[in-house]
């Protein structure tokens, strides 16, 4: 970028350059040949400093993209501090709320598949199997013959 810039500054001062030695021509052809390189030269400066602020605006966005990946990965490491990898009966895992950071929120399992993509994905039981509210993919843990509830994985987890 900072090549173009000096590249502009340098087809300006040329420019006007040019233009100060018009003044003294007295040859109309001489005159019109320098207003035309004059002109010539503008176009050239206006081009690279174009060029130059579309490099700018794209580096901004760039930088305003990386700011906001590094935002939703502090997010996402915040959230992941109040979970722990869990098996949720018969090698099935899933991600346990830590009970030590409930506060106001019931126990719950997250999907492991949404955790790492998108961020928590609250597992819904539906009988037969859990499903994730947001990647949709589906566990089916076992435990003693029948799918274990949150309760149960939650005291699995306490008497591993």
């Given at each position: 970028m900072y090549a173009e810039i000096s590249s502009a500054i340098a087809s300006a001062k040329a420019a006007l350059e040019?233009?100060?030695?018009?003044?003294?021509?007295?040859?109309?052809?001489?005159?019109?040949s320098a207003v035309?390189?004059?002109?010539?030269?503008?176009?050239?400066?206006?081009?690279?400093?174009?060029a130059s602020s579309e490099k700018a605006y794209a580096l901004s966005e760039e930088v305003r993209a990386l700011k906001d990946e590094v935002v939703k990965?502090?997010?996402?490491?915040?959230?992941?501090?109040?979970?722990?990898?869990?098996?949720?009966?018969?090698g099935?895992?899933?991600?346990?709320?830590?009970?030590?950071?409930?506060?106001?929120?019931?126990?719950?399992?997250?999907?492991?598949k949404s955790?790492?993509?998108?961020?928590?994905?609250?597992?819904?039981n539906e009988r037969t199997h859990y499903r994730c509210s947001l990647c949709g993919a589906e566990?089916?843990?076992?435990?003693?013959?029948?799918?274990?509830?949150?309760?149960?994985v939650y005291d699995m987890q306490r008497s591993a």
């Open positions: 040019l233009a100060q030695a018009a003044k003294g021509l007295a040859n109309f052809n001489e005159l019109v035309s390189e004059v002109n010539t030269r503008l176009m050239a400066a206006y081009d690279v400093a174009f990965l502090k997010d996402l490491q915040a959230k992941s501090e109040e979970y722990e990898l869990a098996d949720a009966g018969g099935v895992f899933a991600y346990l709320h830590k009970p030590s950071m409930q506060g106001s929120k019931p126990r719950h399992l997250a999907c492991v955790f790492a993509e998108h961020g928590v994905g609250i597992l819904q566990i089916s843990p076992v435990h003693q013959g029948h799918m274990p509830s949150v309760q149960e």
